[in-house]
């Protein structure tokens, strides 16, 4: 497909679990980006990548949370021993370049439910 | 520390009319600005983006104003029709990092038939 897709597209787990959430961006798209949007609030930047390198890890809440890019295409998440304040829509984007004002198209999301 | 505000959590307008979302910012290094759509288990789509350079764009049913002594932006949508019932996002960029958009909270919009 031609969009950003994302996987899975939802995940419930249990308290002090360990989950990954990947994210495949738009082909040739060098910047990635992973936001959150907990219930009825706005999307919250976590981190983002322009090539496999991640320029800016400022919003990842807690070092339980870590992402990596590999062939400056598909991107993990991993959340350890998540909590129940980690459950929310995690979006994944994509954009040409990051340092510019380039507009980031956004893939479906993965629903994370943590029981 | 809220960086962008939208203050009206949602907002009715009848089809055919003018729906105004408004978008407060706090952030003086902003210096882009955007405006994406959400609907119901799908990611945000572009809608429209503004620069700090220019104080209106428009494209089609939607225009952006930004006003920035007053650090506000707002989104214009004429005709309103209902398949625009969604959530609508306003976003910021600029500063040291072009790569983190800050989001506000959101406006639900209903355009009613």
């Known amino acids: 497909g031609a969009g950003v897709s994302q996987s899975p597209s939802n995940k419930v787990t249990e308290k002090g679990k360990d989950v990954e959430l990947r994210c495949d961006p738009i082909?040739?798209?060098?910047?990635l980006y992973w936001y959150r949007q907990r219930l009825g609030q706005g999307l919250e930047f976590l981190i983002y990548f322009q090539g496999n390198s991640a320029p800016d890890k400022s919003g990842l809440p807690s070092d339980r949370f870590s992402a990596e890019r590999t062939g400056e295409s598909v991107s993990t998440l991993t959340i350890q021993r998540t909590q129940q304040e980690d459950s929310a829509v995690y979006l994944c984007a994509s954009s040409l370049r990051a340092g510019g004002p380039d507009e980031q198209f956004f893939g479906p999301g993965t629903r994370l439910t943590v029981l | 520390d809220q960086q962008v505000k939208q203050n009206s959590p949602s907002l009715s307008v009848q089809e055919g009319r003018i729906s105004i979302l408004n978008c407060d910012y706090t952030?003086?290094?902003?210096?882009?600005f955007l405006w994406y759509k959400k609907y119901p288990a799908e990611g945000p789509t572009f809608l429209i983006s503004i620069s700090s350079i220019k104080d209106k764009n428009e494209d089609g049913r939607f225009t952006v104003f930004l006003n920035k002594s007053a650090k506000h932006l707002s989104l214009h949508i004429v005709p309103s029709q209902p398949g625009d019932s969604a959530v609508y996002f306003c976003a910021a960029s600029g500063g040291t990092s072009y790569g983190k958009l800050t989001f506000g909270q959101g406006t639900i919009l209903t355009v009613h038939p």
């Open positions: 082909s040739g798209h060098t910047a």
């Open positions: 952030n003086s290094m902003f210096d882009y």
